[in-house]
């Protein structure tokens, strides 16, 4: 049976002739590319948007009078794009994706106890405050036969064959407490640019820091994947009188992403840097 008993991504499988290899030695294989990888673009690039994934309203359109409801529907539309997560990870979307932003308000005010305090800007006008999110998610395809895995069922004869690299975007909404203060966003994995080479040198050595309080701070509270990468800071308007949740009647929506967190290549740096 095979020996490879570790499971650090940091160990690859010694190959010999005559020994036996199972599914974990080829899993470990596949661990230790794919976690070197990551760990390069993670340390080399940072993370954030790479290309696209461009964020906008699409706004309803007319009265179907079948169902009482507008077609098309108000929309949050993302564009298709490419991003690296604070794994290393590349997530990248292919086509248009659509979230149905009036649905998802009703949805979020509608729940037992919803407590959620809105924004109050200087000018007093109130807002709805929600984060989207893109996150990497492994996607199981292709069944085939095969043995039962261990302590399974043994009419369980049918496993998955292929694991697709795919995504999902999660608009959450955030809890402005207190309500003139909006939740933090992503910090910049360098403050400031270096004046000196100390300063450089300073930077670098903070770098490889694990774990960071600043980080926890840009998700919502219970966000259970610290990895996702933040798109846009989406704002609806509610109506002027206090404590209320609905929607105003000019129907608002701001997105803000001037503080999403990118990943510029080194072709573009090219023509911003000076010759």
Same mark, same amino acid.
């Given at each position: 049976?095979?020996?490879?008993?570790?499971?650090?991504?940091?160990?690859?499988?010694?190959?010999?002739?005559?020994?036996?290899?199972?599914?974990?030695?080829?899993?470990?294989?596949?661990?230790?590319?794919?976690?070197?990888?990551?760990?390069?673009?993670?340390?080399?690039?940072? $993370?954030?948007?790479?290309?696209?994934?461009?964020?906008?309203?699409?706004?309803?359109?007319?009265?179907?009078?079948?169902?009482?409801?507008?077609?098309?529907?108000?929309?949050?539309?993302?564009?298709?794009?490419?991003?690296?997560?604070?794994?290393?990870?590349?997530?990248? &979307?292919?086509?248009?994706?659509?979230?149905?932003? !009036?649905?998802?308000?009703? $949805?979020?005010?509608?729940?037992?106890?919803?407590?959620?305090?809105?924004? &109050?800007?200087?000018?007093?006008?109130?807002?709805?405050?929600?984060?989207?999110?893109?996150?990497?998610?492994?996607?199981?395809?292709?069944?085939?036969?095969?043995?039962?895995?261990?302590?399974?069922?043994?009419?369980?004869?049918?496993?998955?064959?292929?694991?697709?690299?795919?995504?999902?975007?999660?608009?959450?909404?955030?809890?402005?407490?207190?309500?003139?203060?909006?939740?933090?966003?992503?910090?910049?994995?360098?403050?400031?640019?270096?004046?000196?080479?100390?300063?450089?040198?300073? !930077?670098?050595?903070?770098?490889?820091?694990?774990?960071?309080?600043? &980080?926890?701070?840009?998700?919502?509270?219970?966000?259970?994947?610290?990895?996702?990468?933040?798109?846009?800071?989406?704002?609806?308007?509610?109506?002027?009188?206090?404590?209320?949740?609905?929607?105003?009647?000019?129907?608002?929506?701001?997105?803000?992403?001037?503080?999403?967190?990118? &990943?510029?290549?080194?072709?573009?740096?090219?023509?911003?840097?000076?010759?």
């Amino acid at each position: 049976m095979s020996t490879t008993t570790s499971v650090s991504p940091s160990q690859r499988v010694s190959y010999r002739n005559g020994i036996l290899l199972d599914a974990s030695d080829f899993q470990q294989e596949q661990q230790y590319h794919r976690s070197r990888l990551a760990l390069a673009l993670s340390q080399i690039h940072g $993370f954030g948007t790479i290309a696209g994934l461009r964020v906008e309203r699409g706004a309803p359109g007319a009265i179907d009078p079948a169902t009482g409801e507008p077609e098309p529907p108000e929309q949050l539309i993302v564009h298709p794009g490419l991003a690296l997560d604070r794994a290393g990870r590349l997530i990248e &979307v292919k086509t248009r994706q659509c979230l149905r932003l !009036a649905r998802w308000f009703a $949805f979020q005010v509608a729940q037992p106890g919803a407590v959620l305090k809105p924004f &109050v800007a200087a000018n007093g006008r109130r807002f709805f405050v929600g984060d989207l999110f893109l996150r990497f998610k492994e996607c199981a395809q292709g069944l085939r036969p095969g043995f039962p895995e261990p302590a399974a069922d043994a009419t369980d004869a049918i496993v998955p064959s292929r694991t697709n690299d795919a995504f999902e975007l999660q608009l959450v909404p955030r809890d402005c407490d207190p309500e003139t203060t909006l939740p933090a966003v992503p910090a910049r994995r360098y403050s400031a640019a270096p004046a000196t080479r100390a300063a450089l040198l300073t !930077a670098i050595y903070a770098a490889y820091e694990q774990a960071s309080p600043a &980080v926890d701070q840009e998700y919502p509270p219970g966000f259970a994947d610290k990895t996702a990468v933040f798109l846009c800071r989406v704002r609806l308007r509610l109506a002027d009188t206090a404590a209320s949740l609905n929607r105003h009647a000019s129907a608002e929506v701001i997105l803000e992403d001037l503080d999403r967190p990118i &990943v510029t290549s080194t072709d573009l740096l090219r023509h911003v840097l000076p010759a």
